[in-house]
């Protein structure tokens, strides 16, 4: 009988086109809105992507839908896993989300994803995570121990846990950074529970018909994903502008409560953890100072930490859209491969024409895809001049960094401090000349960062492929880690 009710689900499946909608962009460009409108047209219902709005509170920091949204179209994942729980995974969300897609199917409903957070929607589009076996399918209350294990040995420091992965899995070491504690920790968590490296399986990963450089195969036939961008000069005056609404609606107070309730007595012990779970939201740790000013502190003294709060959470909120952007044009417009789905672009720069510049062209491109044609506004795909390794592994001694990625690497060439060092090295040698220095490969103004301009490369800086221990420009495929 259940074999029979999944393959009518998985002819339902093949019958909608689009199998489902996933609406990307980066915080603050109304995806939510563009969701209900699509949901309440379509007989959609949705679920949210969001690695923060899964945790019950803190809903205007993480600016959850209102109650009166949430009557207009049914929602899902949002407020349902205890605060203090710090073991949530994407591995939880997926196994959820997955078993909601289903149950949407048998009820014939569009199922529109609304993200983000990245790797909670490559999670569904793509079969990217580790099926080790593993994985507890019922976690996510607490009780399983895989999480409390990654996170007892993400106590260690990053150079011991590297020493480590280097040992039983010398070519995952390769490609992560000694600082990046929360991935080495992964990979040695995998390797102890299945005795299998971590690169191994995501090889074989890469190796399934339909796979590619950067994972598995898609898991849904025909998504249709829309991307809602602006520009930025534009879309960071909303950004400062919600916060301040915000801040209107109770945000110190929420942030208080919560604190009171939560987080207190952590600080008091010193054991305050705003790496994992709820306590990471963007906004949080940003009020740290002001939500433990000591009693005696003056009134003039809490009104500033107070402001200087507000302030970095407008920064920080800035700087997120833009890592949100960056994520869709990476992982989405420049994905290698034909294993991608049409990404539409949807300018919501001028929100006096929303109907016109986002909600009827979604409307119109989602009536096409239903009809078998071809729609008359054109997907976006930015071709990549050249396929990057992020995980090509480059020392520079000069600086005395590690630098992973290509991109990164030809980045920090072009850093004020490393042209800094270089000339500082070639100070002391009057026969210094031009031969040492090596203009480092041209780089997008795309993709260049708007700091760190001007480029070098001097003796001491090598570039290591994780396969060799020779110094030398990296010719290996782009290698993912799904986490």
């Keep these: 009988m259940a074999a029979s009710t999944l393959s009518v689900q998985r002819a339902l499946q093949r019958a909608m086109v689009p199998s489902l909608v996933v609406i990307l962009g980066a915080t603050g460009t109304g995806k939510s ?25 803190l809903d205007i920091i993480t600016n959850k839908v209102t109650a009166e949204e949430r009557a207009q179209c049914r929602h899902h994942m949002i407020s349902f896993v205890d605060p203090l729980v710090s073991g949530y995974t994407v591995v939880d969300f997926r196994n959820k989300a997955l078993a909601l897609i289903d149950d949407m199917y048998s ?12 790797y909670y929607i490559e999670s569904l589009l793509w079969r990217v995570l580790l099926d080790t076996g593993q994985e507890n399918e ?22 011991e846990l590297h020493k480590r992965l280097a040992k039983v899995d010398p070519k995952m070491a390769a490609m992560l950074h000694p600082n990046d504690k ?32 950067l994972g598995g195969p898609l898991r849904y036939p025909d998504p249709c994903i829309f991307w809602l961008h602006a520009d930025m000069e534009a879309l960071d005056k909303r950004l400062d502008d919600r916060v301040d609404e915000m801040l209107s609606a109770g945000l110190i107070e929420e942030l208080r409560d919560f604190h009171i309730r939560y987080n207190q007595q952590k600080v008091k012990e010193d054991s305050q953890d705003y790496q994992h779970g709820i306590f990471q939201s963007i906004g949080f740790k940003e009020f740290h100072d002001y939500l433990t000013a000591p009693e005696s502190s003056t009134q003039q003294e809490k009104d500033t930490l107070r402001d200087k709060g507000i302030e970095a959470l407008k920064i920080a909120t800035r700087r997120y859209a833009r890592k949100q952007n960056k ?5 989405f417009l420049k ?12 300018d919501v720069t001028d929100v006096s024409r929303w109907e016109e510049t986002v909600l009827n062209p979604a409307l119109q491109i989602l009536d096409s895809l239903r009809k078998g044609e071809e729609p008359a506004i054109a997907p976006i795909r930015v071709q990549g001049a050249e396929l990057r390794n992020k995980r090509s592994y480059h020392t520079c001694d000069l ?7 290509d991109l990164e690497w030809t980045a920090h060439l072009k850093s ?24 480092a490969p041209p780089v997008s103004a795309a993709e260049t960062p708007s700091e760190d301009c001007g480029a070098a490369v001097a003796p001491g800086c090598s570039e290591t492929s994780p396969d060799s221990s020779r110094d030398t420009r990296t010719t290996n495929k782009e290698v993912p880690v799904a986490f």
């Design 335 to 346: 994905r290698p491969g034909d294993n991608v789905p049409s990404v539409f672009g949807l």
């Design 138 to 159: 019922e976690s996510g209350d607490g009780g399983d121990e895989a999480p409390h294990r990654k996170m007892e040995l993400e106590k260690l420091g990053g150079a």
């Design 182 to 213: 929360r991935k080495i920790a992964r990979s040695l968590q995998i390797h102890e529970e299945t005795g299998i490296p971590h690169s191994r399986w995501l090889e074989e990963q890469r190796e399934q018909e339909g796979g590619d450089g």
């Design 416 to 439: 004020k401090k490393h042209h800094y060092h270089v000339r500082k090295k070639r100070k002391p040698d009057p026969a210094g000349d031009q031969s040492l220095i090596t203009s």
């Design 107 to 118: 009820r014939n409903k569009l199922p529109i994803v609304v993200g983000g957070t990245n």
């Design 399 to 405: 600086c005395d960094k590690v630098i992973i990625g």
């Design 33 to 57: 809105k563009l969701a209900i409108e699509l949901g309440k047209r379509l007989q959609g219902e949705i679920i949210s992507a969001d690695s923060m709005q899964v945790y019950q509170g």
């Design 327 to 331: 994520w869709v044009r990476n992982r």
